[in-house]
């Protein structure tokens, strides 16, 4: 579920040294990137969000993530959407599966904000001329393979309000998904900080040491004779955290090519959908909450898994 960049995280080699400039070189980002981490809430040290002037110490951990860059300019395309509840402000959107949600080397179109862009009408190579310009913005990301609800805002200055209400964990997602194996306790927590898998830099996993905190609590809906369906509230927003600590426990999710255990000889995408988000709207006021309906792939294989 977070899904906003690259993890990373560093002891502290220097003493004295402004946190800016130490990230800056320790990760090979210009100044102006490094100070905009930090102020955006992306850095962490002992939990809390320090200040760009912060001297370093050595031994000091430092955790974060480095936001991926957003595109100068997106190609509006027509795209259907399933959109499911609108304002001036944001649009939720029921994602299908094996959408990418945003462009990058490898999808530079038909992703989620291609889409997006060409609902709302916004013409190719939009200038980005301060915070109410109009272009769409991503609130948060789902995996590809994940289904459900995304928010995506209608501006700058909207997601940096959203930015706000999920940092200050104001923001209460819902997920459903169908995991491998039977529970003995039908419902509990699971904590354990995430990080870079040490072997493969493409994974997470839980760690012993450093990573992130990282809590997840779950409820058992359902059972069929091997597998598991499940409401999962997230607490934090870590990347591949639901995947991450379900796998952790011995019930990944099926389907899940990274994380599992049979991958897609059981399903052909990861049984996971975003259910439910809510908040309270940072410009109206008011308490929001949208729902994406279950999609027709997990009802079926529910229905054929208690057959067999």
């Known amino acids: 579920m977070s899904e906003r960049g690259e993890p990373f995280s560093l002891i502290c ?31 962490h040290i002992q939990g809390k969000i320090p200040k760009p002037s912060m001297k370093t110490k050595k031994g000091m951990e430092i955790e974060g993530e480095i936001p ?30 094996n959408m990418v949600v945003h462009p990058s080397l490898g999808h530079k179109e038909s992703t989620l904000l291609n889409a997006v862009l060409g609902y709302l009408g916004i013409p190719d190579q939009t200038p980005l001329e301060g915070s109410v310009s109009p272009r769409p913005y991503l609130i948060h990301r789902l995996d590809k393979d994940t289904t459900g609800v995304i928010l995506v805002s209608k501006n700058m200055a909207v997601r940096e309000l959203f930015s706000t209400l999920f940092k200050n ?91 599992g255990k049979t991958g897609k000889h059981e399903a052909e995408r990861t049984m996971l959908h975003a259910f439910r988000i809510e908040f309270i709207h940072p410009v109206k006021n008011i308490p929001v909450s949208i729902e994406a309906p279950i999609p027709e792939d997990m009802v079926s294989f529910i229905m054929e898994s208690k057959k067999g």
């Open 13 to 43: 080699d220097a003493e004295g040294i402004r946190l800016d400039i130490f990230l800056s070189e320790r990760l090979s980002l210009t100044r102006t990137k490094a100070k905009g981490m930090i102020e955006g809430g992306f850095v």
């Open 68 to 97: 991926e860059e957003e595109p100068l300019s997106l190609i509006p395309q027509a795209i259907p959407l399933d959109i499911i509840y609108e304002d001036e402000y944001l649009i939720a959107i029921n994602k299908p599966k």
């Open 169 to 259: 964990r104001e923001v209460k997602k819902t997920y459903r998904a169908i995991v491998e194996g039977l529970f003995k306790e039908k419902e509990g927590t699971i904590e354990g900080n995430i990080g870079r898998h040490p072997g493969d830099r493409k994974r997470m996993a839980v760690l012993k040491e450093g990573g992130r905190e990282a809590l997840t609590s779950y409820r058992v809906l359902e059972e069929t004779t091997k597998f598991s369906y499940l409401e999962i509230y997230p607490k934090t927003g870590r990347t591949h955290q639901i995947r991450v600590h379900m796998a952790h426990i011995g019930h990944p999710v099926v389907g899940d090519e990274m994380y």
